[in-house]
């Protein structure tokens, strides 16, 4: 079998002694090296221009949920306004009924005070008086405490202080303290004690 001619490349151009230097090599490498970093680069803008498109997509839909959200909640506002508005109105009423019953508590007092009882200071709460006063004889303040715990009006009655006067004026000064009934309380047992 006859042997093959071998392959024979012949390049006529000669080589240039500045690609044997280092800023030669250098600039070889750049320029091979660099169409990698071009390739790279084009992919990342190519890449980041789809997800661009994405990105937008998300945008819009979170700004349309945000819009129907705002409608919804704005909605909701009027119903926030109406509650706090019937809750300022019980409020006030609560405060009506609290002040009426101490309005109520003076004839209830002048009723069970007996003659000879002189009130010197008087503390109305909405659940509570506290009285001071004196009186010239103990019969008047027995009757008078005694009132209070037969009146519908009142309970827990607490003597807090009973003492002579001073050595100038005669009788005892007294204070105490009793709860007072709302009205509705006090219709309700008197109701239950007539049946």
């Known amino acids: 079998m ?11 151009t000669p080589k240039d002694p500045f690609f044997n230097s280092v800023i030669g090599r250098t600039l070889k490498w750049a320029l ?9 680069t084009e992919l990342i803008v190519i890449l980041s221009f789809i997800a661009r498109f994405t990105l937008d997509r998300q945008v819009t839909d ?5 819009t129907k959200n705002i ?4 909605s909701y506002g009027t119903l926030e306004n109406d509650f ?26 002048t009723a069970v005070t007996p003659d000879g009882i002189n009130l010197e200071s008087l503390n109305i709460q909405p659940d509570s008086v ?35 006067q001073d050595e100038n004026r005669p009788g005892y000064k007294f204070q105490l303290q ?4 709302p009205p509705a309380q006090v219709t309700n047992r008197t109701t239950q004690e007539n049946d």
């Open 2 to 12: 006859p042997k093959k001619p071998a392959d024979i490349t012949i390049n006529l």
């Open 32 to 40: 091979s090296a660099g169409r990698y970093i071009i390739i790279f």
């Open 62 to 66: 979170l700004n349309s949920d945000i």
């Open 71 to 74: 409608s919804l909640i704005e």
């Open 84 to 109: 706090r508005g019937i809750q300022d109105k019980i409020n006030h009423i609560e405060t009506l009924e609290r002040e009426n019953n101490i309005v109520e508590v003076f004839p209830q007092l």
């Open 130 to 164: 506290t009285i001071a006063g004196n009186t010239l004889s103990q019969n008047a303040f027995n009757l008078f405490v005694t009132n209070l715990q037969l009146s519908p009006d009142f309970h827990q009655i607490q003597i807090n202080d009973v003492s002579n």
């Open 178 to 181: 009793a709860k007072t009934r």
